[in-house]
């Protein structure tokens, strides 16, 4: 995969594939000319896209000549009209292969001499294993450091026991976030309110070999500022001020394998009436969760990290809490303590596709999210 944005991708990136003798492999593929339109150019075509997302994911460049697998020229494809071969392309991939692929995203690329290279970044999919079906077909693709392969029988028995096991790893380094907020294997905690934790990660990280240069320059900040860093054996942790009590309001942890946990307090105890009350503020949980989100995209893409993503948010600590909306007024007290919101796979990390993890989070406190009111908003 070339490790940088797919929209960033120019004529100077692919010349340098071809200065630096880059070779194709498990994760990226040269193609001097586009699919034909036959039936068994089809067929080739979606093949080489499934192997992709059957294993880690990688990019297909076309218009790039190769010798012997390693770049030889940028060459450019002929076509009258790129932006209709994109849409020829992507027509292919939605009847032609079982299940449907997500997240595979194209990019054009001008070329001086007039032409265009055209760039197909697949993920690694938790969907898979993908099988092609053109004209009624029923093969299965992989793929190794030598290219793509048909999967056999013991291929293809240990792919399926492979995606089934994808959401229980997820949830299993989601479960060690929400041990590291509590202080397991840090050097703090944070502090005894209720908490939000949230890890997100790339869909085919299972998939994938990857390691990225994370720094203290580029690692992901908390909420609410960090102004401390760590670098530890996994990535680069963020945090704020530590209290005398080994506390901190808020961490990040970029891992070098390209994921994110975050956690942060949402609430505290208040005096309400002459009470004092534990208390959560919607606006903290929804301010957090699209910081976090924005953040953890906004610095991963340059390694080529685009997606789509798994994110799973779990509110800590909530049983006896209320919600504070309105004018002031709290809501019914929650009766759970440790809640996961939700594990969602999406294509881009924003407001809307974030707005069900924020519905569920109201209704963790008895009430539901009023209609229009923009994420993150204080009333």
């Given at each position: 995969m ?12 692919l010349q ?5 003798q ?13 699919p ?5 150019a ?5 093949a ?5 997302a059957?294993?880690?994911?990688g990019?297909?460049v076309?218009g790039?000549?190769?010798a012997?697998g ?9 076509a ?14 939605q009847?032609?292969?079982d ?9 054009r690329?001008?070329?001086a001499?007039?032409?265009?290279a055209?760039?197909?970044?697949i ?7 993908h099988?092609?079906t053109?004209?009624n077909?029923a093969?299965?693709?992989?793929r190794?450091?030598r ?12 792919a ?32 005894a309110?209720?908490t ?5 990660a790339?869909l ?9 240069a994370v720094?203290?320059?580029n690692a ?15 990535g ?10 080994g506390?901190?309001?808020a961490?990040a942890?970029?891992?070098?394998t ?5 956690a ?15 208390l ?19 610095q991963l ?10 994110i ?5 600590g ?6 504070i ?8 007290l929650?009766?759970?303590?440790d809640v ?18 924020a519905?569920?989070?109201w ?7 009023p209609?229009?009111?923009?994420l993150?908003?204080?009333?």
């Amino acid at each position: 995969m070339i490790e940088m944005p797919i929209d960033a991708i120019d004529e100077a990136a692919l010349q340098r594939l071809v200065d630096d003798q880059i070779s194709e492999g498990r994760s990226l593929e040269f193609k001097r000319d586009l699919p034909g339109g036959g039936d068994e150019a089809s067929r080739e075509f979606l093949a080489d896209v499934t192997s992709f997302a059957n294993a880690q994911g990688g990019d297909i460049v076309y218009g790039i000549d190769e010798a012997n697998g390693v770049a030889a020229a940028v060459t450019g494809v002929e076509a009258d009209d790129p932006d209709a071969a994109i849409l020829r392309l992507e027509g292919k991939l939605q009847t032609g292969v079982d299940p449907r692929l997500i997240g595979v995203r194209t990019s054009r690329v001008p070329l001086a001499n007039g032409r265009s290279a055209l760039v197909l970044r697949i993920p690694g999919s938790l969907s898979a294993p993908h099988r092609v079906t053109f004209r009624n077909g029923a093969r299965f693709y992989g793929r190794n450091s030598r290219g793509k392969y048909e999967l056999d029988v013991h291929d293809l028995r240990h792919a399926f026991t492979g995606a089934a096991q994808l959401p229980q790893q997820f949830r299993q380094l989601h479960a060690e976030a929400i041990a590291a907020s509590q202080g397991v294997d840090m050097p703090f905690a944070l502090d005894a309110f209720p908490t939000t934790v949230v890890s997100i990660a790339p869909l085919g990280l299972f998939r994938e070999e990857r390691q990225i240069a994370v720094t203290r320059d580029n690692a992901v900040v908390p909420v609410r500022g960090g102004g401390y860093a760590l670098d530890t054996i996994e990535g680069v942790l963020q945090h704020g001020p530590v209290d005398k009590d080994g506390r901190v309001e808020a961490y990040a942890m970029t891992f070098r394998t390209g994921r994110v946990d975050a956690a942060f307090v949402i609430g505290g105890v208040r005096d309400v009436y002459g009470v004092e009350r534990r208390l959560v503020w919607p606006g903290h949980f929804e301010q957090g969760l699209l910081a976090m989100a924005s953040a953890t995209q906004m610095q991963l893409r340059p390694h080529g990290i685009d997606g789509p993503w798994v994110i799973l948010v779990s509110v800590c600590g909530a049983k006896g809490s209320g919600m504070i909306v309105g004018d002031g007024y709290p809501t019914p007290l929650a009766f759970r303590n440790d809640v996961l919101l939700g594990q969602h796979v999406v294509e881009r990390l924003d407001a809307p596709t974030l707005m069900p993890i924020a519905e569920a989070f109201w209704l963790l406190f008895g009430s539901h999210r009023p209609n229009g009111r923009a994420l993150g908003a204080e009333r």
